[in-house]
């Protein structure tokens, strides 16, 4: 009868000091609080620095520029560089559940070159010796630093995409769902619980994001994928999201982020509308009352109000998300274009021409790379027409196809952060 061995522990919470807190604090617009937490270990501990690029990541994901998409591809590629050379040594920051941080029982230093080479030997070694046994190997501090490049990977190849690099982005998405594809099975042979439930839905969080919009892709697109090993199933994404989100856990949040975007934007018009509904709203309010200083979520609440016609809903909801970031001393360019969009659907043009006008002075001012931009420059020449001022109308459609960012099309969505961004 096979056994399971496992060179890492399940007990205790199962994952690192301090992390949950910190991903909490970024959700909730905590931001200089988490910073205090990551900053220090972001260029030693692969999973601090995978957290720091998360927090950047939410933090620009309202601005959607391409400045801050540079940084970003930076900061994942940090945090996958740091799990490629950690993988084979000894667990960092093993920290004792007693232990409020104090330095004691961790390990401060990446391998070298040899010394990564004599652990991945013995750590081969000892997988062989398993296997000739006839048990099955866990060894949960490679498998984190697995599903950490996987997760790095994953918004390195969103990021180059978005960035209309699309072979670099379209390989590496190609090798981050071989890499989950991987990662799943070996959650789902874990009969014995030997790998950490944290760590566990990370790996459900990556798999079910791909199975969910890779099922949404167009039948002959995905008859191609499928050839080259792409898989959709988007009842067994939903499931994999839906346990995320009620795990509370570090990728909670993401996990509810995509859900929404399956719930709010992607089936528009198709399927059971009431019933999908009334699961965003489930996740929404479960969202705004844990995170309550939080942008994404009263975002997605503003969209969830438009498509039910509920504009003075929604209007609060954008305010809401808007009041929270600039809080939090951010600058959210596309929440401010989406409380444009809204006051516009409320049919109130003058207030929502000056504000797509005063977005457009910021980015003007700033020189920033607004991926939208386009978008508010048609909206301000709908204003004018909605307001009986053709001329300036005209003037101002001269000026769309000049802002527009080369392969973007135009569609005001809030982005998300996961595969589908």
């Not at 931001?31 to 990551?38: G, N, R, V, W, Y």
């Not at 931009?373 to 307001?387: D, P």
């Amino acid at each position: 009868m096979s056994t399971e061995v496992s060179s890492g522990s399940n007990d205790g919470p199962g994952f690192h000091h301090h992390i949950q807190d910190a991903v909490h604090m970024i959700w909730n617009n905590q931001c200089s609080e988490a910073e205090e937490i990551l900053f220090p270990y972001k260029e030693i501990h692969p999973r601090y620095a995978l957290e720091y690029a998360n927090k950047y990541l939410v933090q620009t994901l309202m601005n959607s520029t391409n400045e801050s998409r540079e940084v970003l591809l930076e900061l994942y590629k940090v945090a996958d560089s740091l799990a490629s050379a950690a993988k084979y040594s000894e667990p960092m920051f093993d920290f004792d559940v007693e232990n409020d941080g104090d330095g004691t029982g961790m390990s401060m230093c990446l391998p070298s070159k040899a010394e990564r080479k004599i652990s991945k030997k013995s750590f081969n070694g000892r997988r062989k010796a398993a296997e000739k046994a006839g048990q099955s190997f866990v060894d949960n501090w490679k498998l984190e630093c697995d599903v950490i490049y996987a997760d790095a990977l994953l918004m390195r190849s969103v990021c180059q995409l978005m960035m209309n690099s699309y072979f670099k982005g379209g390989v590496n998405l190609r090798r981050t769902w071989g890499l989950y594809h991987k990662l799943i099975q070996v959650v789902e042979a874990d009969r014995t619980n030997q790998i950490p439930n944290e760590l566990k839905m990370c790996v459900k969080y990556g798999t079910g994001a791909f199975y969910a919009f890779l099922a949404l892709v167009p039948a002959n697109l995905m008859r191609l994928l499928n050839v080259i090993g792409f898989i959709s199933d988007k009842e067994l994404g939903e499931q994999y999201l839906t346990e995320v989100f009620e795990s509370d856990g570090v990728r909670s949040p993401f996990a509810a982020l995509v859900l929404c975007t399956l719930y709010l934007f992607l089936p528009t018009g198709l399927g059971r509308v009431e019933e999908t509904l009334a699961k965003a709203k489930r996740i929404l309010d479960a969202m705004n009352q844990k995170y309550e200083h939080n942008t994404y979520f009263y975002g997605y609440s503003n969209f969830y109000h438009r498509k039910r016609g509920e504009t003075a809903e929604a209007l609060m909801a954008i305010q809401l998300a808007e009041t929270n970031a600039e809080r939090a001393g951010l600058v959210p360019i596309l929440i401010r274009y989406l409380h444009a969009d809204t006051l516009f659907m409320d049919l109130r043009f003058e207030e929502a021409r000056d504000r797509y006008a005063a977005l457009l002075d910021h980015l003007a001012k700033t020189k920033e790379s607004f991926a939208y931009t386009g978008q508010v420059v048609l909206s301000l020449a709908a204003c004018f027409v909605m307001l009986g001022d053709d001329a300036q109308a005209i003037q101002w459609l001269k000026k769309v196809a000049p802002c527009i960012t080369p392969g973007r099309r135009m569609m005001p969505t809030l982005q998300s952060l996961h595969p589908a961004s």
